[in-house]
């Protein structure tokens, strides 16, 4: 018959800081319904220390549009995600707005011949 193990020496299960970036960058796409069309998806890195994630997401956004609006649902959405799916807190999630795409250049574009 087969000891029985205690729930301390069983091990630990290991989240990889990878794993984290990648649920934090969908979460990120989710949050952003209103992405360009020809935009490049969000992108995350991660620093995990004692189930607690910083996370820095880089994301591509349509102008004019509110910026500060989409930035506040990025943050909430990776929090709330990287909770549910990794059980880590995030205590900090720093979005950084890489790009903003134009309507006025876009539509400019489009109207130009070549």
């Known amino acids: 018959m087969a000891a029985q ?8 299960t ?3 800081d990878r794993v984290v970036a990648k649920i934090a960058a969908q979460a990120a796409r989710e949050a952003l319904t209103e992405a360009p069309a ?5 992108h995350a ?7 607690v994630a910083r996370v820095r997401v880089s994301v591509e956004l349509d102008y004019p549009s ?13 929090t709330q995600r990287v909770k549910a799916l990794a059980g880590m807190e ?3 999630v720093a979005v950084q707005v890489e790009r903003l795409h134009s ?11 070549r």
Request: with cysteine; aromatic share 0%.
């Open 38 to 42: 020809d935009c490049s998806p969000p």
């Open 45 to 51: 890195t991660v620093t995990v220390r004692h189930d």
């Open 90 to 92: 995030v205590p900090e």
């Open 66 to 78: 509110d910026i500060g609006g989409q930035c506040g649902a990025v943050r909430r959405q990776v």
């Open 14 to 16: 290991v989240i990889a």
């Open 5 to 12: 193990v205690g729930p301390g020496e069983r091990g630990a």
């Open 103 to 113: 309507a006025h250049v876009r539509a400019a574009r489009q109207g130009r011949t």
